[in-house]
């Protein structure tokens, strides 16, 4: 699907296609002008002796310049509709040669996404054009070079550094790799995927263990300390495994590449997380805490009232529990809070969210973490959020202990789909404008009903239709149906006219007289009669081709079947007549009882007819030949198996064939188009739920023959079981 450049064809083939377009030139030709003219009023001579810096600085002022231009709308347009038009026909290149299993729309959206990675990965500094994925769970690859974007610290040369350094202590000494509590790190990494809940979509997964065991225990290594690793390190480390889970293998430890790359986000994050979900016992994290507990309290008092006296009747003690209530008392609320949620907030809900719900959280905190601010909101309404939609759960509950507990067992029930809907309802515009204030997206949030040049409508168009209003396209509409209304009418009566000519014609005999205005009536009668002959002498050769074609097939199909059994009865003499060459010629037994009683009996005395003489019959000369030589019995033997193997031969090939054009044969190779191509849906299927994607042409020839029967064993174990599903359903429907 991609390019040997990292970039999908489409995306090339746009790029080439946008560069030789007067659009183009035209906005190069202003962004020219808008430098010149900056460099004149900076009194700077060449563009070129700018730093970086200042080269970006100015390009970015200029860009801006011409932004509402008409030359910035122009290249838009058109830059609009090329990539329209390319990725289209990718689209459909693909539909029509590699029959992919998956809808045009699934390849529309597979391509893009492609495309806009790469760009990604070209151009970093773009991330921040993730933020309109907010409230949005991110596609699988999107999430992965997300989370890598925005885990890569500031000072990248330091980390680049420590990867490079982790991959040689591998290399060199392992051992100052591993912290001196491994294997205490081995039993609860191993204790934590076998029993938590929500990490039961990993569980079984060698690859996955080794990764977050090695990571957490190079992370402990680096902390240089003798107090153990505590468990919210743990829990906090699966979310990244679970992200990379795709690439490494579930039988064999990750290779150290991935394991470097998981060190390096997995550090960069613990380094940015707030103080309150450090929670170490310091001053400064009892201050941030204390700080967020009253964020989710008051999220709590303005969206769910209910949740809040719930709350604070379970943490209030007995003997001042009226007072409590009745006073309503803040400080006590917040200080359940602080109880209820401490836990939740360290751990950043993992272990209490399930993981699709989980990953959709993360997506919005990692997309937030250059926004100051950003991230200690989005937790407190997630937070905020969970013990609202808990809160009928929670009427239930007597004690604070059952109320934890209700958290622990109830949160892992909720939905993306509910999350969304409150942040949509309630949180959606102040979150925008936090990732908004800075101005670092150009790009408006797009409404296809309001937008200049809304994305994607011309598709399979050259020219991106107006945006019209709502009463306007009502007036269009009745016009249009008015218009056909009217063109309806006027068709039929010419026909009436028609049918009316022609009956007063038909009345009037074989004397016609053309009358003032009918010559164009007779016309057009002339030519569709024409036009009818011609097309019933078409469909009248057609047939008599047909019947002449299936008659040469009946007689071709009658001399085979005649010199078949020709052929069959010259075989049958051939081998009787060896059969009699062989046996012995001797007289049978009657003729040898009768000559004896001839010759013991007295014959009888002659009569005068007798007497007469009779002329023998004539001898019939027969010519001298030479006689066939005998065969033995082996070569007879053989000659009758090949005859008994070729007509089971025969026999099988009818059954598993057919007879050649008969019906049945024809609905053989429907059947067997009909597997064939279930086949080839089948591997590609394969392919993508064994390796994540389809493999590229001639890329499976390219591995080694090991790898090659390793992956074609595993496709075929996952093949078999499918067929055998369907076999058993079609029996089931039977």
């Known amino acids: 699907m991609a390019a040997s450049q990292g970039y999908p064809k489409w995306l090339l083939d ?22 010149q003219q900056q460099l004149t009023e900076s009194h700077v001579q060449y563009f070129s002796d700018l730093s970086e810096a200042e080269k970006e600085l100015f390009m970015h002022r200029a860009t801006k310049a011409i932004e509402s231009g008409s030359a910035y709308n122009g290249l838009y347009k058109k830059v609009s509709v090329l990539c329209d038009q390319n990725l289209n026909e990718e689209v459909s290149r693909q539909l029509l040669e590699e029959h992919p299993i998956g809808t045009k729309s699934d390849l529309v959206i597979d391509f893009a996404e492609d495309g806009a990675l790469s760009l990604l990965t070209k151009w970093p500094d773009m991330k921040h054009k993730l933020c309109f ?5 991110m596609p699988f690859k999107v999430r992965q070079l997300a989370w890598r974007l925005y885990l890569t610290n500031t000072r990248a040369f330091y980390f680049e550094t420590m990867r490079k350094q982790y991959v040689d202590l591998l290399n060199a000494d392992p051992r100052k790799a591993i912290s001196m509590y491994d294997y205490e790190i081995d039993q609860k990494c191993a204790q934590l995927l076998n029993s938590e809940k929500t990490f039961v979509d990993l569980r079984g997964s060698q690859g996955v263990f080794y990764a977050m065991k090695a990571v957490l225990s190079y992370y402990h290594a680096t902390m240089k300390t003798k107090q153990r690793l505590r468990d919210v390190d743990h829990m906090l480390a699966f979310p990244f495994v679970c992200v990379s889970a795709p690439n490494i293998p579930r039988k064999e430890p990750p290779s150290s590449r991935t394991v470097a790359l998981l060190v390096e986000e997995f550090l960069t994050f613990q380094e940015s997380r707030p103080g309150f979900v450090i929670d170490s016992g310091s001053e400064t994290h009892e201050e941030e805490m204390r700080g967020f507990i009253d964020k989710v309290a008051r999220l709590l008092q303005k969206y769910f009232p209910d949740t809040p006296k719930i709350i604070a009747e379970k943490y209030v003690p007995s003997k001042d529990k009226i007072v409590a209530t009745e ?23 993992v272990g209490y969210l ?25 937790l407190a309404i997630v937070t905020a959020i969970i013990l609202g939609l808990l809160k009928d759960r929670f009427k239930e509950c007597s004690t604070s202990v059952q109320l934890e507990s209700a958290l622990k067992n109830e949160a892992p029930k909720l939905t993306i789909a509910q999350f969304q809907y409150e942040v949509k309802k309630h949180h959606y515009t102040d979150l925008w404008s936090m990732l908004m204030k800075d101005g670092k997206s150009a790009m408006p949030v797009l409404d296809p009903t309001q937008a200049q040049h809304p994305s994607w409508r011309h598709w399979f168009n050259d020219l991106i239709p107006p945006y019209t209003r709502p009463a306007n396209r009502r007036t269009a509409r009745e016009e249009r149906e008015a218009e056909r209304e009217r063109l309806g009418q006027q068709r039929r009566e010419q026909a009436l006219t028609y049918r009316d000519n022609d009956q007063q014609q038909r009345s009037q005999g074989p004397v016609y007289v053309m009358r003032k205005g009918d010559s164009k009536a007779s016309s057009l009668r002339d030519e569709a009669e024409l036009m009818r002959l011609a097309a019933a002498d078409r469909q009248r050769m057609e ?8 008659q040469l097939a009946e007689e071709r199909q009658r001399r085979e079947e005649a010199e078949r059994r020709n052929q069959e009865e010259i075989e049958r003499l051939k081998q009787q007549m060896a059969m009699m060459n062989v046996q012995p010629s001797r007289p049978p037994s009657n003729y040898s009882m009768s000559s004896y009683i001839s010759r013991i009996l007295v014959p009888p005395p002659p009569t005068p007819a007798s007497r007469h003489s009779i002329p023998p ?5 027969t010519p001298a030949r030479t006689p066939t030589p ?10 009758v198996m090949r005859d008994f193997i070729k007509k089971i031969a025969d026999a099988q090939n009818r059954i598993a064939h057919c007879e050649k054009g008969s019906s049945e044969q024809e609905l053989l190779d429907k059947k067997t ?19 994540g994607r389809r493999f590229e042409p001639g890329e499976f020839d390219k591995m080694a023959p090991q790898e090659q029967q390793d992956k074609s064993d595993k496709m075929m174990s996952l093949i078999q079981k499918w067929r055998e599903d369907r076999r058993a359903q079609d029996l089931k429907a039977k």
């Open 673 to 691: 188009e009909g597997f064939l191509h279930q086949n080839i849906r089948d591997i590609k299927q394969a392919q993508i739920e064994l390796f």
């Open 327 to 349: 006073a309503g008392s803040y400080a006590v609320l917040k200080d359940g809070l602080t109880i209820l949620v401490r836990p939740l907030i360290r751990s950043m809900f």
């Open 617 to 621: 019959p004539p001898i019939r000369q």
């Open 14 to 35: 746009s790029k080439e296609n946008i560069s030789s377009t007067k659009e183009w030139g035209t906005f190069l030709h202003e962004l020219h002008d808008a430098i």
């Open 543 to 550: 047939k008599e081709k047909a019947l002449l074609e299936d």
């Open 133 to 137: 994925c907010l409230n949005q769970p």
């Open 630 to 639: 005998a065969t033995s019995p082996t070569e007879q033997f053989n000659v």
């Open 354 to 378: 399930r993981l699709d719900t989980l990953l959709y959280v993360w997506d919005q905190y990692m997309i937030g973490l250059d926004t100051p601010g950003f991230n200690v909101e989005w």
